[in-house]
């Protein structure tokens, strides 16, 4: 009875337009409401969201998020293009190849998939439309594209899940990641090779030597980001929430001193943006995490563990449903929510299957990225259809391959764990 109360109101504020977020709490509420008195169930859901937001973890959030501000209004994005086309421009489809791997890198460096979209697509796609390759084309790539930003770190979704499944190592995930983001990357530009041979894609003008050196080294600086932040964690320097303050003092440095496009003035409306999106996050958590509670406390948890395992004893056929359940989830709720309402669900059943909560995680994260660039709600769709000036009916047709290599991509990150594990297990973060 009190679940039914939760999904009618949670489904019936999401008709109405109401933001996810109050959306979440609102039928939190509502369910406790109908359990215990009024007093009760107020002090209970206060409880409950203060106590999700009462882990040091956290605290990487808001810094890698104003780490990323920095870096997005720092000049990055056009040294990033630059670098890539140097590296693959001169091929068939060159620039195609040039969109992934420059959202690959910005979409990593500022942990932000929709910033990714709105930089690197600002540049790219005019340069693609006016090359010859379709305006749909360009935007759906974009926004694919973008994606691998949410598992290459630093990622302030797996540190969402980090706190969801309540221990695994936030350096692991970060580590974890790389390996899966890249296989995306890889996906789509086996996708976009495809495209330049069917449709004659231009290949772009080889670069002197000279030319290829500069460019390296206007983006190395941006790239050394990563590098400080995994080599240090990996060095054991300092643990992935002291990484985000060495990234905000770093993008600060590089913003400001050494590409100069960030300037003092520029510094109140940064952190006042990087305020607004960290509130935003912060009450997605707050929210989540009641609700999260809320299912356990009506033991939700357990009895789809054991529907499912009632429903087979494949755990190929198990992963798989799990796996389609996600990717549906994925097109209506944002990124944050699903992971801290679907995680104490699934991850139950993952472990029972033999599955590691690390590799359970990438999995998770990997396959609701491809949420952020589904219709109805993928918000990195709507970013990419407004940079590129075009409609999401339009893209959709370009999209399905992409969509297809994505998926073929996940499926080897669920059933060969060795994409999640190897590199944390070769670097001792896993046992």
């Known amino acids: 009875m009190t679940i039914a109360v939760l999904i009618i109101v949670f489904f019936a504020l999401l008709a109405l337009g109401v933001p996810i977020a109050f959306a979440i709490g609102i039928s939190t509420l509502a369910t406790m409401l ?14 409950r969201m203060a106590g999700g937001l009462d882990s040091f973890s956290l605290l990487a959030i808001p810094l890698f998020i104003l780490s990323g501000q920095l870096m997005g209004q720092g000049g990055i994005a056009k040294r990033l293009i630059d670098f890539a086309k140097c590296l693959v421009g001169m091929l068939p489809g060159g620039l195609a190849f040039v969109n992934v791997i420059s959202c690959t890198l910005f979409g990593s460096i500022s942990g932000s998939a929709v910033a990714a979209t709105s930089a690197i697509g600002s540049f790219m796609m005019p340069t693609m439309v006016k090359d010859g390759y379709p305006r749909e084309f360009s935007a759906a790539l974009t926004a694919t594209a973008a994606t691998t930003g949410m598992l290459i770190p630093p990622s302030n979704i797996l540190i969402v899940y980090a706190v969801a499944s309540g221990g695994v190592s936030i350096s692991a995930l970060f580590v974890g990641g790389y390996l899966p983001g890249i296989l995306i990357a890889i996906a789509l530009m086996v996708v976009s090779a495809i495209y330049a041979r069917r449709y004659n894609f231009p290949a772009g003008e080889r670069v002197s030597f000279g030319e290829f050196a500069s460019k390296t080294m206007a983006a190395v600086p941006s790239l050394l980001l ?8 990996l060095g054991g320097v300092f ?3 002291e990484a985000g303050a060495i990234a905000v003092l770093y993008a600060l440095l ?6 100069g496009e960030v300037k003092l003035a520029h510094l109140p409306d940064i952190l006042l943006k990087s305020t607004l999106t960290t509130a935003i996050v912060m009450l997605l958590i707050a929210t989540s995490m009641a609700m999260s509670w809320i299912l356990a406390f009506e033991n939700i948890p357990a009895m789809v563990a054991e529907a499912l395992l009632t429903l087979s004893n494949n755990p190929i056929l198990i992963l798989l449903i799990i796996n389609i359940i996600l990717l549906i989830v994925g097109a209506f709720l944002d990124m944050t929510p699903a ?14 299957l033999g599955m590691s909560p690390l590799h359970f995680g990438i999995m998770m994260v990997m396959n ?4 952020l660039c589904t219709p109805p709600v993928g918000t990195v769709l709507f970013v990419a259809c407004a940079v590129g000036k075009t409609r999401i009916a339009e893209i959709l047709r370009p999209l399905i391959p992409m969509f297809l290599a994505m998926f073929v991509a996940l499926m080897l990150v669920t059933y060969i764990p060795g994409f999640s594990e ?4 070769y670097f001792g973060l896993v046992e």
């Open 368 to 371: 609701l990225s491809i949420g």
């Open 226 to 233: 990563i590098v400080i932040v995994i080599g240090g964690i």
């Open 34 to 47: 109908v359990s215990v008195d009024t007093l009760p169930a107020l002090t209970t859901v206060a409880q």
């Open 239 to 241: 643990t992935a929430t």
């Open 254 to 259: 590089l913003a400001t001193l050494v590409h």
């Open 422 to 425: 190897w590199l944390p297990t």
């Open 339 to 352: 992971v801290l309402i679907f995680t104490p669900i699934f991850l139950p059943v993952a472990l029972e």
